[in-house]
């Protein structure tokens, strides 16, 4: 079949993509210069469909914030509190299992777990709530820490990253989520995040992590100052760390919220920005096995079109979203396993629930087994 491109300058592209080839740098930048947003989502769902056929992958999660103080003041955030802010909250190791076992309808596969740099809490108070999570909830995978977290944990521990990970792992750590990359750029970190860990260090942890066989996430926080250079730039620095160490599971582009940050000014990225941005991520991560379409922050609607447009995964159940939501988040903070299945269904597809390793989970309300 012949495809014609209202933007032929894609057409390159597309014998690539069509061929298995990799993209380079300046496919990447005449891709996110295109207007042709249906080409994008063509060969992008052509990758899409290629790796994973019509699947979409979706997982019943509870994320769990232990505490919103931070010592960063990055602008880009709208969740971090200082400690005597009284809008603050940390919560005590009680509180942090008590949270777990509450607020979710079908048993859950996954804690997401993430907060603010603490001043106080140390290395081995976290340990000990990883080591009772697991206690508590055996069968849960925990998928705690952003590398940020790990850096931090590292300095007021005075012990170097690896060993960091080390005691996160034996506590009970079975993956890192994604969190915390941003932009790699740093003239645009300096703005956006110049109290996190660099760009450089963020990929140093990430690789150490898969070194001691902890696979993990990773995301790109765009629609604030950046351009298309430094996206370009950070999709293929991943990529790079991916053909080394094969230990990135899922890339998810994160749109940045601006209300109640130190960037309030800057406007909203806009439905078909959030759909290229998946389709180029689709089309330039050829090594990263996952796309997801993040519905809390794309909304249910947009991150079903994503599903055409080269995601295969729409993330979990969530149950109580706080990053989001602190920063203007509209959409809800939690969905039932139901609503999921619902919604990639109607979207033409098939739902395939996953554990955090993209499993396959057969379960019944109260209980899940995995097939491994
Ligand atoms: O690290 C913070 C970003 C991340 C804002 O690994 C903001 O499966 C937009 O990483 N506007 C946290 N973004 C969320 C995250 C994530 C979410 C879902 C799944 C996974 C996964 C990871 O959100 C932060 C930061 O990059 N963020 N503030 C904001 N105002």
């Known amino acids: 079949m012949q495809v014609v491109f209202e933007d032929s300058r894609l057409k390159p592209i ?82 942090v299992w008590e949270t777990a076992g509450i607020g979710w309808s ?25 080591s009772g999570l697991k206690e508590r909830f055996p069968q849960v995978h925990l998928k705690a820490f952003t590398m940020v977290e790990v850096g931090y944990l590292s300095q007021r521990a005075k012990i170097s990253i690896r060993e960091t990970l080390e005691r996160l792992k034996d506590a009970g750590v079975d993956s890192l989520p994604g969190g915390g990359a941003e932009i790699f750029c740093d003239r645009v970190r300096r703005v956006i995040c110049d109290h996190k860990l660099t760009g450089q260090e963020w990929l140093e942890t990430a690789r150490t992590a898969h070194q001691l066989g902890l696979h993990s996430n990773c995301t790109m926080l765009y629609g604030h100052i950046e351009n298309e250079e430094d996206r370009v730039d950070h999709l293929i620095k991943l990529r790079e760390l991916q053909d080394e160490t094969g230990g990135l599971v899922t890339f998810i582009p994160l749109a940045f919220h601006p209300d109640n940050t130190a960037l309030s000014h800057i406007p909203k ?42 995601a295969d995964d729409i993330d979990g159940t969530v149950v109580e979203e706080k990053i989001y939501h602190d920063a203007g988040a509209t959409t809800s903070q939690s969905l039932r396993r139901g609503d999921l299945l619902r919604l990639i269904r109607k979207a033409g597809r098939e739902p395939l629930e996953r554990d955090t390793l993209y499993r396959p989970v057969t379960r019944t309300e109260s209980t899940f087994t995995v097939l491994v």
């Open 14 to 95: 597309l014998e690539k993509v069509e061929a298995g080839g990799r993209l380079s740098y300046d496919d990447g930048i005449a891709m996110y210069r295109s207007a042709d947003i249906l080409a994008l989502g063509y060969m992008a769902n052509l990758v899409r469909e290629r790796l994973h056929g019509s699947i979409t992958y979706f997982n019943v999660n509870r994320h769990i914030n232990p505490t919103d103080v931070c010592v960063a003041s990055c602008r880009l955030c709208a969740f971090g509190k200082k400690a005597r802010d009284p809008k603050s909250y940390t919560m005590s190791l009680e509180q």
């Open 269 to 310: 990225t806009t439905g078909f920005l959030d759909i290229k941005q998946i389709a180029i991520s689709r089309l330039m991560l050829d090594n990263i096995p996952h796309i997801k379409a993040y519905w809390i922050m794309m909304t249910p609607s947009v991150a079903q079109i994503a599903l055409r447009f080269g």
């Open 106 to 130: 079908e048993a859950v596969t996954e804690f997401h777990i993430v907060g603010g740099l603490h001043p106080e809490l140390t290395l081995d108070w976290y340990c000990q709530m990883l």
